[in-house]
């Protein structure tokens, strides 16, 4: 299993999630910009689940030299890897943020994700789960560069998808809504629009054996983002979303 953005609470429970369910994985590989978290949870999986890991670092801000992934090979991909960015009005306009958060969201995940789905088409099989945001439904000004970001990263996987299903190989597009986790920490957000990294990992879990292509953690925000999506834009530019 290979698991980008490894030290995300949501995708640390999913790979708890896979390993309670009984399945085998001959290593699970942990890729971070931050080893030193990620060693921690290797050796928790390890002694409380027999399993076996490898460490990979990986900084989205610097130069990836994929030359050292050439012997990975699994047939699940679970991508976590995100940053939100500051949520200022001045870090809007700042350039440095925003490099960042297209960097990490977007423009340089992409050749890394495109690097796994070449191997899995090569093997024709194998499944990719990706976590994007609601965010990138609708472009608002609360956060149109993280959601511009998102936005490029759903229609990234809608097209990745659909280029590999003939390939036997299937792309779970991940939409999380409000999420209780380190990134969102100090975010005024609504408790019942709000998931716990735990129930993310069982809504992931369950759209992937289910087979799903998107699928949102609460059902609740296909609901809000439908309505979202279709408000006229002369009325939406005056909304405060």
């Known amino acids: 299993m290979i698991v980008l953005g490894s ?26 910009s931050d080893v030193e978290t990620a060693e921690r949870f290797a050796k928790h999986i390890d002694v409380k689940y027999l399993q076996q890991t490898k460490i990979y670092e990986l ?6 030299d994929f030359s050292k992934f050439d012997d990975i090979d699994s047939n699940l991909l679970f991508c976590a890897t995100g940053y939100l960015g500051e949520g200022t009005e001045e870090g809007l306009y700042d350039r440095k943020n925003t490099e960042k958060i297209i960097d990490i969201n977007y423009s340089k995940l992409v050749p890394v994700l495109n690097y796994f789905a070449e191997k899995m088409e090569r093997k024709r099989t194998g499944t990719m789960i990706v976590l994007s945001s609601v965010a990138g439904d609708r472009g608002r000004q609360s956060n149109f560069i993280y959601g511009s970001a998102k936005a490029g990263m759903t229609a990234y996987l809608s097209g990745l998808r659909n280029y590999l299903f003939s390939k036997k190989v299937h792309v779970l597009t991940v939409k999380p809504g409000f999420m209780d986790t380190k990134m969102t920490e100090g975010l005024p957000l609504n408790p019942k629009l709000t998931a716990s990294p735990k129930q993310a990992a069982e809504a992931i879990y369950k759209a992937y054996k289910n087979g799903k292509n998107v699928a949102y953690v609460l059902p609740i925000w296909g609901i809000i983002m439908m309505i979202i999506r279709n408000i006229p834009e002369f009325i939406f530019k005056k909304l405060k979303l």
Not at 59 to 64: H, M, N
């Open 7 to 32: 030290n995300s609470e949501i995708a640390q429970q999913f790979v708890e999630k896979t390993l309670q369910e009984g399945e085998k994985f001959a290593t699970v590989y942990l890729f971070t």
């Open 59 to 64: 900084d989205l801000l610097g130069e990836v």
